[in-house]
């Protein structure tokens, strides 16, 4: 280990020191998504976490989906969820549900009812929870925590079978109602719910809490390092208790901070709220957090892995700044993405001393980093697009792109000089008359520099795209920070989403990289799935530069 310069993290302490003491043979981590909802980037982070350490330790995954409540859960999620972690790169070992364990699980409370562990309790969940008492005060005991084991017995099988209406009974933990920790005061193991299970059907009516359930799901697999996020610390007591009392595996858990980051919300609830309202087009919609969001607006799963490599594994929960991760999507488009030139709010340049109808085609490269130069052809004819904010006619003399008789170059092509500014009746200006220097060609004689470059779109070869350029989906930078008084949707920002037409050089409409392009000078931008014959659409995935610089 000599040679690895970088710290570990805390749960690679863990692990080394697993490994070292024996009390582990080999890492079994595992993934475990309630497939209520599609993944987010949050869910990147856990992703990250487990295959990585089980990568990094010759170990191996799981993916477990924790679908013990069949009321919100859904094969559409079960598909897509699949789909984003193939898309991540990583490759469970099996893919497993607890439902799979259905069957164990019920078996195993009845062993808890005959060792007089857990019991049938009437009362209303409301009862229950007064009963429970508070941090400060014991809880009292519940009026049918004395059954005999028999009677418990009887009752569940009723349970099971069908006998009670939902909320009628449930079967809890018969350990201490005074307990310091709450968590001990006789959690509830199984409740009633008639909902047909999106893989067991209408088999059960009867389903097992997620305390009673993931812990026993951990050890049946034998996983070694069950890693989950902070939140579930004060269940870690539990978890140990069962596993104890049933005297099975001993799984352990250990916990990380969550990724909260700046102008983004991350619960599944809320993101499922905002699709169901319509407020966004869907949860691929390209302004979400989700994982399939964040593809079809171009992130690459290269950028999200440096991004979880970066923001680490710690035990304190913090706000991670949105623009660290937009910093590493321009790292790994900036070294991959090709280059074409797009002209978005255009103003028309007529070069006056050019050939009547001639075309002249440069190679231009697809990118500059690229070893073999793969080139793209470029048309250049005498009627061009440029950026209307390319030109400017009371310049300032920091101005160095086109001015009244100023020089710039077009990008990989001629100087050219703007001799005629002509404007409509309201002082628009409408048209630019320039001439270009032959003797400026690159590569033809001696190289004359002007201090401006600037892109641009031949008018007949021009291709009309639409563009949607997205912006951050909310507001405030602290999404947990909503006041009382306030909605989080109240934070929806108008301007998400501006969608604009712009003038493409041809060679983009035949790009078949299949990742984000970046437009020369203004950002990066995928081809969207609406696009149609007659109108290829283009998602803004970032735009080229920000002053932000990582730590
Ligand atoms: P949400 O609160 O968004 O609904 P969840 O925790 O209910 O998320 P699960 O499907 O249960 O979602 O999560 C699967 C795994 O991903 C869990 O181990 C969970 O701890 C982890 N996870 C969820 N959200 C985050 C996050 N923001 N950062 C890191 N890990 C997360
Ligand atoms: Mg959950």
Redesign the pocket.
Known sequence: MEDNVKKLNFLEEIIEDDLKSGKVESVLTR????P??YL????A??LCINFGLAQKYGGKTNLRY?DTNPAKEDTEYVDAIKEDIKWLGFQWEKELYASDYFDQLYEWAEQMILNGQAYVDDQTQEEISKGRGTVDAPGVNSPWRDRTPQENLKLFREMKAGKYAEGEKVLRAKIDMAHPNMMFRDPLLYRIKYASHHRTGDKWCIYPMYDFTHGQCDSIEHITHS???LE?DVHRPLYDWFIQTLGIYPSHQYE?A???LTYTL????K?LELVQKGLVAGWDDPRMPTLCGVRRRGYTAEALKMFCEKIGVSKRDQLMDIQLLEWCVRQDLNARARRYMVVQDPIKVKITNWPEGLVEWFDCPLNPAEPEGACRKVPFTGELYIERADFMEDAPHKFFRLKPDGEVRLKYTYIIKCEKVIKDADGNVTELECTYDPSTKPGAGEWRSVKGTIHWVSTSFGKEIELRNYDRLFTLADMSQVPEDKDYKDYLNPESLVVASAWAEPALLEDDSNIAVQFERTGYYIKDKDSTKEKTIFNKTVSLKDSYKPE
């Open positions: 993934f475990p998504p309630e209520n909802g987010h980037l949050g869910h982070k856990s924790d890693i989950c996020t579930f990380f969550r990724l909260n991350m619960s599944k609830r993101l």
